[in-house]
């Protein structure tokens, strides 16, 4: 009897998903924000296992969409355990004064094709920068899948100073990619 | 049953070019491991990797030369237990300096520290990332090259003895400059 009434029942959920158009329930076990250093021309990917994400989208009015992303830097996983206590030093995050980097976004706009850019300020060890975040976004299960990578200047926050700062070693440029999987928001959703 | 009289130009310049990556990468391997991260730790990893992976190709140049020469025989003379013993290392070190710097290979795949020859040329990673691999590879790396390190010096030790105290030509295969001296 249950299982007939779930029958029934089932299109008519996926049908109100569907017809969803905002997301903003974001799926922390389905979504990461990983990292591309290069180290003497070496690419070292890594992560932070800990973020909390606020987003609300609807790819039909991007313009109206937020985003707020706090990354727990205590959570990296630079790719080894020498790392991992390198880059929580002074030299790096300094983790013990900043703990944590946070990026606001301030606008959304559409490039087409399923295509956003957002543009925002990205703050890290205290000092904020503006940056510029391309980003994709498609539907999937009922879910929207946010997929994108910033380029971080680590120079430009004093991310590996003294005698860190040498390019030639780890490169100024270190990608930042992260995937978001929304769900629809409730209010949609009913 | 007699082979050629010395070795080539080509075996010797590549036997040589081996033992001088032999000599510049062993040390460094020991001094660097013991730093504490920094950037000079990090060239340093790259400069040995990179002076592993041109032995290794000298290597194999040097396998497949083996493969289609025959190198020069023993000098006659000899015990028969020098002869059994200089096979026996001459093939050895063969299977070392083929497995010391793939073990170094595979422990950076393994450690998720591809190699990216001379920093530009990035070779494929051998084995997936795994951490508890990398450290037990790392280990492997270390006694490999210990055995390496004994052999080497057996290896040189004979020569030396072959040369300083047999007087015999042994030597000069390998350093054809020695042969314009007269014999002692």
């Known amino acids: ?190 | 049953m007699n082979g050629p009289p010395a070795y080539t130009r080509l075996a010797i310049v590549l036997h040589w070019l081996v033992a001088l990556a032999i000599v510049c990468a062993f040390p460094l391997g020991m001094y660097m491991h013991e730093l504490p991260l920094s950037p000079n730790k990090l060239k340093l990893y790259s400069y040995h990797k990179w002076i592993g992976i041109s032995a290794l190709l000298l290597i194999g140049l040097r396998l497949a030369w083996r493969l289609g020469h025959r190198p020069p025989a023993l000098l006659p003379g000899m015990p028969r237990w020098q002869e059994i013993a200089a096979h026996a290392t001459h093939h050895s070190l063969y299977l070392l300096l083929l497995a010391v710097p793939l073990s170094g290979w595979l422990m950076s795949s393994a450690l998720g520290f591809s190699v990216v020859w001379f920093g530009v040329l990035p070779l494929p990673d051998l084995i997936d990332k795994n951490e508890q691999l990398g450290e037990l590879l790392k280990e492997v790396h270390e006694a490999l090259n210990f055995t390496m390190l004994a052999l080497i010096l057996i290896h040189a030790a004979a020569a030396i003895k072959h040369h300083f105290f047999d007087g015999d030509g042994t030597l000069a295969r390998m350093l054809p400059f020695l042969k314009q001296e007269p014999n002692r």
């Open chain 1, 1 to 190: 009897m249950k299982r007939l009434v779930l029958v029934w029942i089932m299109p008519l959920l996926m049908v109100g998903t569907v017809s969803a158009t905002g997301f903003n329930v974001v799926q922390p076990d389905k979504s990461t924000i990983n990292f591309v250093s290069k180290q003497m021309g070496v690419p070292v990917e890594g992560r932070f296992r800990k973020f909390a994400v606020q987003i609300s989208f609807d790819p039909s009015k991007p313009e109206a969409g937020k985003a707020q992303i706090e990354i727990d830097l205590a959570s990296i996983d630079a790719g080894s355990s020498d790392a991992n206590s390198e880059v929580k030093g002074k030299a790096w995050f300094n983790i013990g004064e900043f703990p944590g980097a946070r990026f606001v976004s301030g606008g959304i706009k559409s490039l087409g094709n399923g295509r956003y850019e957002a543009t925002g300020k990205m703050t890290i060890k205290g000092k904020t920068r503006d940056i510029v975040a391309p980003f994709s976004a498609k539907r999937g299960n009922g879910n929207l899948l946010i997929d994108g990578a910033i380029p971080i200047l680590r120079l430009r926050y004093g991310i590996g100073e003294g005698a860190w700062s040498d390019t030639g070693v780890v490169a100024d440029e270190v990608q930042l990619r992260f995937h978001f999987t929304l769900a629809a928001s409730p209010a949609a959703k009913k």
